[in-house]
C-alpha cells in the first residue's frame, strides 16, 4: 500500500545524533558523541528506596493519575525553583515526559504554519526539529560568548513577529555556553517590548562548576510569570530512565498545554513522579548534585588537558563552566563528517556539528560530551581523537 | 499578555467527562462516571517484586532508552498478541504511555487539515477531540449490535476518501459493543478495496466474560501487515499508572511514529517498561485476567439486575459481554445532563453520553461504569440511581 502521510511529515528528520549512535554503539569505539548523564553515579539505591515507599503506599499508588502531574512532586518542584529564584505554584506547573515533551507541547500550542521561531544558532538539534514540525520558520538571531546579539535580536523581534526565542542559556547543547546577567535582562526586556514569549530550556543549569558564580534563569527576572516558560528535567541530575520533566509558565499558556497532554497521552508515568516526590523528599539531593559537579568538573578538566596538546590556532575551544559539552572549532578546510570516519576508525567517536545548526552548518564543529564516559576512558578515547585531530582529514 | 495560540488550538477541547469527575470527586457520591479499573485487585506485590528485579539488574537500567521502547517487553508482547493470531516483530511493535499517545502519534503522522476520519457513533470521546485538534473532520458511520453498517461504510469509503477508520470493535467504549466477525472481515475487505487504514482500538478486549466466545481482532485478519494499526494496553489488565500501551502495523507507518514519538518525548519511561517486561515474565499475567473477568462480571450483574428493575420499554440496555461499561438509553425526552444533577445530589453519578457523540448527540442516553466500584458500593450507588431513574427529569 502507499501511505499518504500528513503534510507536516514532510518536515520530519530522524535525529542525526541518534543515527549517528546507532552506528558507533559497536566494537570498542569510546563514545563522546551521546548526551547521556554518568551511570556510574545514578543513585541507585536512593531510586528504589523511593520506589519502595510508593508500593508502601497502597494499591491507589498504581490508579490513573491527573494530567497536571502528582501535586506533592509539584509542590516539591516550586520549593526547588524557589531556590533558583523562580516563583511559582503547584497550579502552574505542568509535569511532563522530560523537557524534550515540554518542548513539543509548547509547540503544538503556539504554532501554526509559517510562524517564525528565533533560536541561537548551534542549537538543541531535537528542539528544532519540532518547531519544523508544527510548519515554523527557524531564523538563527547570531551572538558571541555573552549571549544572543541584541541589537539583531530587536530587529528581528520587530521584524519578524515570531511565536517565540528559543534559549538554552546556561551550559547549553551543544556549546556549553553561559549567557552574562546582562544579556539575560536585555532578552526578556525586548521580549516585553514587543510581546514574545520566551522558551527556557535549562536541563543542565545544576551541573555548575564554580561556586558562587551566578546564572540567574531569565524566568526569575519575569515577575509577572507572563513571558516565559521556564522547562527542566530530572534526567540530568537524577536519572533519565524516569523520564520526567516540568514545566511553569503564564496560567494561560500552561492550561492550554495541559489540553495538549490530556490529548498527547493523558499524563505520564505516575509511578515513576511519585518516586520522584519521595526521592526529593528524603534524598539529600542537593549533596548529591555537588558530587556530580565534582566529578564532571574533573572529567571536563581531562579533556580539556587533552585538547590542550593540539596545536594552538588550528583548533579553539572554551572551557566550559558547566553542563556536559566541549565544543571545538576546527581549521575552516576541516569536515569533520569526514573527521568522524576516521576518528572511528581510530576507537573513538564524537558528534559533528552541522546538525546542531539552523541553516549554514559550520562543517568545521564538533561536540565532545565528557560525561558519559569515566576518567579511564576519558584519557584512552582522547588520546586518540587527539592522534587522529593532528592528522585530520580535509576536503 | 494577549496570548496568541495556533490555529489548531481552536479545536481544542477538554474532556468531558474529566470536567464531570472533577465535580464530582466531593463528598460521599458513588460514582459510575469514571473508566478506572478495580484498585483492590491491582496486582501490587508483583509489580513491586518486578521493580526489584529492574533495580537489581544494575545502574544501566536507569540510563536512557530507545524511542521505540524496552526491546524484551516488544518481544514479550509479540508472544502476547500471537495468543490473539496477530503476528507482528519487535520491530514493528512501538512502546507508547499508552493507547492515548497510540491514538495522538497516529494522527500526527497521518492528519493535515480537512482529512475526513471515519468512526462509530457514540465512540471513546477523547479520540474524537485528537483527530479535530489535527484538522479533521469526523464523519460517524451508523452501525447496529453487530458493528458498522458495510454500505453505508462502503458509500462514505467511496466518496469521502478518508485517512482512515477509527473503531473500538470489541467491548467499545463507551456502548460495550462487539463487532461479529463477519462485520470485522467486511471492514477490512472495504478498506482492501478503497486503501484506507483502519486504526483498531483494544484496551477492553482481554476482559471477556464468556468463554468460548471469539473476537479476533481485525488485526488478524491482516495478513499482510499492510492496513491494520492495532492499539491495546497494560493500563485496564495490569495498572494504570505506568501508563505503557503498544501499537503494531505496517513498517513503513510505524517509522514515521517512531520518528514522532523521538520529537514527542524520546521515550516512554524505561524503568516502567522494564518492570513490565519482568511481570510478564514471572507473574501469571493470564490468571491475574481471569480473576479479573470473574470478578467484573460479578459487578456487572449486580449493575444488571438494579437495571431489570426499571420499568420495561422506559430505559433499553444491553448485557455487555465483557468490558467495563453499560450503556443505558432512556426515553425520547430524557436528559440526562439534568438527570445528572439530580442523581449527584441523590449521591450517585454516571456520565451523560452527548460527548461521545460525534455530532448529533442523543441526549438521552448515558454510561456507567462497573469495574471501579466494589459489589457493595455497586448496590448501594445503583440503589440511588434506581430511585432518580424512577422519577426522571424530563425537558
Not at 114 to 126: F, N, Q, R, W
Not at 170 to 191: A, D, H, I, M, Y
Not at 202 to 222: K, L, N, R, T
Not at 295 to 317: A, N, V
Amino acid at each position: 500500500m502507499n501511505y499518504s502521510f500528513a503534510e507536516r511529515t514532510k518536515n520530519f528528520k530522524s535525529s542525526a545524533v541518534r543515527d549517528i549512535l546507532s552506528v558507533i554503539q559497536q566494537g570498542n569505539v569510546i563514545s563522546f558523541a551521546g548526551g547521556l548523564p554518568s551511570e556510574e553515579h545514578f543513585p541507585l539505591e536512593a531510586v528504589q528506596s523511593a520506589y519502595d515507599k510508593v508500593f508502601a503506599s497502597g494499591k491507589s499508588s498504581l490508579q490513573y493519575g491527573l494530567t497536571e502531574g502528582y501535586k506533592p512532586l509539584r509542590e516539591a518542584i516550586q520549593t526547588k525553583m524557589e531556590q533558583k529564584g523562580i516563583r511559582s505554584t503547584p497550579d502552574r506547573i505542568l509535569l511532563t515526559t522530560g523537557s524534550q515533551q515540554t518542548i513539543d507541547l509548547f509547540s503544538r500550542v503556539m504554532l501554526s504554519s509559517g510562524d517564525v521561531v528565533l533560536t541561537e544558532d548551534p542549537t538543541y538539534l531535537s528542539a528544532l526539529q519540532v518547531f519544523r514540525s508544527y510548519g515554523a520558520s527557524v531564523v538563527a538571531v547570531s551572538g558571541d560568548e555573552y549571549g544572543m546579539d541584541p541589537e539583531e535580536l530587536e530587529e528581528k523581534l520587530k521584524t519578524l513577529q515570531p511565536k517565540f526565542v528559543y534559549i538554552i542559556p546556561t551550559f547549553s547543547n551543544p556549546n556549553g555556553k553561559v549567557w552574562s546577567v546582562e544579556r539575560r535582562q536585555t532578552l526578556l526586556n525586548l521580549c516585553y517590548k514587543y510581546n514574545v514569549l520566551v522558551l527556557e530550556d535549562d536541563p543542565y543549569g545544576d551541573i555548575q562548576f564554580h561556586e558562587g558564580e551566578e546564572y540567574p534563569p531569565v524566568a526569575s527576572f519575569d515577575q509577572s510569570h507572563s513571558h516565559v516558560l521556564y522547562t527542566s528535567t530530572f534526567s540530568k541530575s537524577v536519572v533519565p530512565a524516569l523520564r520526567t520533566g516540568w514545566v511553569t509558565g503564564p496560567a494561560e499558556v500552561l492550561q492550554m498545554m495541559t489540553q495538549a497532554k490530556q490529548m498527547a497521552d493523558l499524563h505520564s508515568s505516575s509511578i515513576d513522579q511519585q518516586a520522584l516526590y519521595y526521592l526529593m523528599r528524603d534524598f539529600d539531593l542537593n549533596q548529591h548534585i555537588q558530587v556530580l559537579r565534582k566529578e564532571y568538573y574533573k572529567r571536563m578538566s581531562i579533556m580539556r588537558d587533552y585538547l590542550h596538546k593540539l596545536e594552538p590556532g588550528l583548533f579553539t575551544w572554551k572551557e566550559p563552566k558547566g553542563g556536559m559539552f566541549i565544543w571545538v572549532e576546527g581549521a575552516k578546510d576541516l569536515n569533520t563528517t569526514l573527521l568522524l570516519n576516521k576518528a572511528v576508525e581510530n576507537g573513538v567517536a564524537f558528534v559533528p556539528g552541522a546538525p546542531f545548526y539552523v541553516d549554514k552548518p559550520e562543517l568545521n564543529t564538533f561536540r565532545l560530551n565528557f560525561s558519559h564516559s569515566t576518567p579511564e576512558n576519558i584519557e584512552l578515547g582522547m588520546d586518540r581523537l587527539v592522534s587522529v585531530l593532528l592528522n585530520p582529514v580535509t576536503v
